[in-house]
């Protein structure tokens, strides 16, 4: 299933680039709607090429998704499918850990002391939190403070590598920010938190929705991972296009359409329709329906083997208690040192 494995021909990327520690891989995803194509291609296919192969921690953010849902029940519903998905999608529980972030309140705890530690300007300049009040989304404090709660998800399980779509490049910077200037200031001799590396798949960079722009469940432009028949379909045949007449030629590289169907085709199949873009007489009617049996095909085996897991929501709640448990233990190993070095005293 997947396509260009950069870690399966390059492992020396899992190596940690900071001394003395080891190499685990952090990577979240919000439950604040249904996973999408740009969830897919920029985050979770990596997450399952990498989850078996390296210790990992993968946790549901419902505490990050609270930014921008209020609706509980949704909240609830979304967060059991993303699970339901990961496991769809080749998500082995046996060889690393998918758990809700709420199973770890450590984090809300870390992300307490980075507050202080992060200076407003440096949030001020947050794109993705412009973005999303550029679109329409209340800026909370939440939605404000998003890459510091982020930061404390990823050092507290001691991340050296986050795969995550290139529209986290900055956060992941915030983060090795905050790694630095705690162990600069409260750990100096003997640092704490590893510097973490994004891992971020150029050729994928940022998945573009139907409406052209990023592909975000805050966009309302999303195809679901998971879409079948006529909603997808009628997802696929909405995606904007220009109004260039069928028989001229087309520039594949500035299409939306094409932007996914690279994704999904085999390096052929891909110069066969660039070609055909090229040439002219080839219509994006005809490429919506190359896209619309792409998608279909890619995902048809995770779609019958969600079918069956939803049957059975015990094993997934199972699933998300053990890596609940796991994530808690390696949280607290970390906290309990971060505690220790700022200064904060418990007494139970
Ligand atoms: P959303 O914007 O849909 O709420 P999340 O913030 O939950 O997505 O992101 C989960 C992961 O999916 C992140 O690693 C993010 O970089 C990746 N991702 C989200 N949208 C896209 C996209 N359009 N293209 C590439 N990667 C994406």
Not at 78 to 89: K, Q
Not at 107 to 125: A, C, D, G, H
Request: a negative charge.
């Amino acid at each position: 299933m997947l396509k260009n494995s950069p870690i399966q021909s390059n492992p020396a990327l899992l190596k940690p680039p900071s001394t003395g520690f080891k190499p685990i891989v952090v990577s979240g995803i919000q439950p604040s709607g249904t996973l999408h194509l740009g969830n897919y291609f920029g985050a979770i296919r990596q997450h399952v090429e990498l989850h078996a192969a390296v210790e990992s921690y993968f946790f549901i953010v419902n505490y990050h998704a609270l930014t921008s849902l209020s609706d509980a029940k949704a909240l609830r519903n979304y967060s059991v499918d993303v699970a339901l998905d990961y496991l769809a999608l080749g998500f082995d529980p046996t060889k690393s850990n998918l758990f809700l972030q709420s199973d770890v309140p450590q984090v809300t705890e870390l992300s307490w002391i980075f507050y202080t530690l992060t200076p407003v300007s440096q949030l001020e300049k947050g794109v993705s939190f412009k973005d999303k009040v550029a679109a329409g989304l209340t800026a909370n404090a939440g939605l404000f403070n998003y890459p510091i709660l982020q930061a404390a998800d990823i050092l507290i399980y001691g991340g050296t590598l986050v795969p995550v779509g290139a529209d986290q490049k900055q956060n992941v910077e915030i983060c090795r920010d905050l790694a630095a200037r705690f162990n600069e200031r409260f750990s100096p001799d003997n640092p704490i938190f590893p510097i973490p590396e994004p891992y971020i798949l150029e050729d994928v960079a940022v998945v573009p929705g139907v409406d052209g722009r990023k592909m975000s469940k805050s966009y309302s432009n999303t195809i679901g991972i998971f879409d079948e028949g006529k909603e997808l379909k009628q997802k696929v045949m909405s995606i904007v296009t220009d109004s260039t007449p069928l028989e001229d030629p087309k520039d594949p590289d500035t299409c939306n359409v094409f932007a996914l169907i690279r994704l999904f085709a085999s390096d052929e199949k891909r110069d066969e329709i660039a070609a055909a873009y090229r040439a002219g007489g080839y219509g994006y009617g005809h490429a919506k329906k190359e896209l619309l049996g792409l998608v279909t095909e890619y995902f048809a085996d995770a779609r019958e083997k969600r079918r069956e897991l939803a049957k059975n929501t015990d094993f997934v709640m199972d699933v998300l208690r053990e890596g609940g448990r796991k994530g808690r233990a390696q949280a607290e190993t970390f906290m309990e040192k971060a505690r220790a070095a700022s200064g904060l005293i418990t007494t139970y």
